[in-house]
């Protein structure tokens, strides 16, 4: 006699989000993926398609939050583990610094936090003889932050990072800057017009720079005024070197490596005539969708700046290819996944494509060139470098005036140099903006 057939169990609530939040994470710690491409990008997870909006927004916030405090919850697993992590189950690293981080800073209840990273535990294969080891360990976690909250440390920058920072910067601003990585950033945007009103409409404020900033829990898509183009995202930071280069109505304006778009969209607003210049042609493509739903126009070109054979222009904007240590509040993986070592190749494509940025720019026409980097071999020394090796090239001094008064921003040199602390707020999340270093030059005539 045949057996009747059994519904399948359904799954457990907020199972499926950690367990792809456990996938992503090893894709970016075990095989140095980035995260972006592994949410939405090329390498996306495929489990996520399946996702309701609000677990996939949940997934989002478990691997940002794991990322952005790996180094404390790393040395906390680690004092929880008699024998240190099992070697056979890489797995289990992963579910306990997933469990860790609700306990210590996700709004999860502690006993669901152990649950779920159990039931995680028993649904790999290897892993599943740990299950009581992650019970045991993610209890004492609980116990331990009942008794002694847990804060973000310098743990969670790789020294060479800090090193780094500490020389360039001195060991308090260093400090800061790690303290300001640490949290989650708010959603900045650039609005067409009516600043003040679009913040009324998302429940946010305008920030001294004219964008405007607001806590967004769900898909960017569905906020108003998406779908009529009345804004798009980009970083107050990354709204300031368009700036630089004043009224460009009616100007032939070139911008190099210019995927996913926000400069070149506030050029095509401020009424420039724009070549937007990108080797990409998926993130050309997205630009291209960027525009089309703003209503503005560019001209897009598929090509390697290095090649690309136009103008001379007016105006030419070169946003880098470098390290991004700038933008770590946004991009938690970065300090996980690069190395001092990759330096030396990204300064030398810098300085090729800025040789080729000043023979695109018409004499007497402005250069501006900027890094969403905080190292000094990416920004200024770069720009001393060129000042001394091409006489063509002087350097136009930025006032702070042109950056909406903060004088903070602008370098001993005149030029544009933000800070991950700067602009801060009494809620963090509300606070700082990504590290950006600008230049503006200007091309003799002679």
Known sequence: ????RTSPQPEVPGLAARRIAADILDGVLRRRIALDELLSGKNVHPGLVGLADRDRALTRRLTATVLRRLGTLRHLVSGFLDKGLPSDAPRIETILLLGAAQILWLEVPDHAAVDLSVRLAQADRRAARYAGLVNAVLRRVTQSAATKPVEGTSRDTPDWL??????????????AIAAANGHEPALDLTVKQDAESWAERLRGRVLPTGTVRTLVHGAISLLPGFSEGAWWVQDAAAALPVRLFGDVRGKS????????GGKTAQLALA???????????????RLRENLARLSLS???IAADALDWQGGPFDGVLLDAPCSATGTIRRHPDIPWLKSEAELPVLTSLQQRLIHRAVELTKPGGTFV?????????EGQSQIEALLTRDP??????????E???????????????TLPQQLPDPDPRLGGLDGFFAARLVRSRA
């Open 1 to 4: 006699m045949a057996r009747p």
């Open 162 to 175: 800090l090193k780094r920072w500490k020389k360039a910067y001195g060991t308090d601003t260093a400090r």
């Open 253 to 260: 304006i070139a911008e190099l490596c210019a995927a996913p």
């Open 271 to 285: 009424g420039a005539q724009v070549s937007a210049v990108d080797r990409s042609s998926v993130r050309l493509n």
């Open 298 to 300: 560019a001209e897009t």
């Open 369 to 377: 060139y900027c890094v969403c980097s905080l190292e000094p071999e």
């Open 392 to 401: 063509r090239v002087t350097r136009s001094p930025i006032t702070a005036q």
């Open 403 to 417: 950056v909406f008064g903060r004088a903070e921003f602008i370098t001993i040199d005149g030029d544009l140099r």
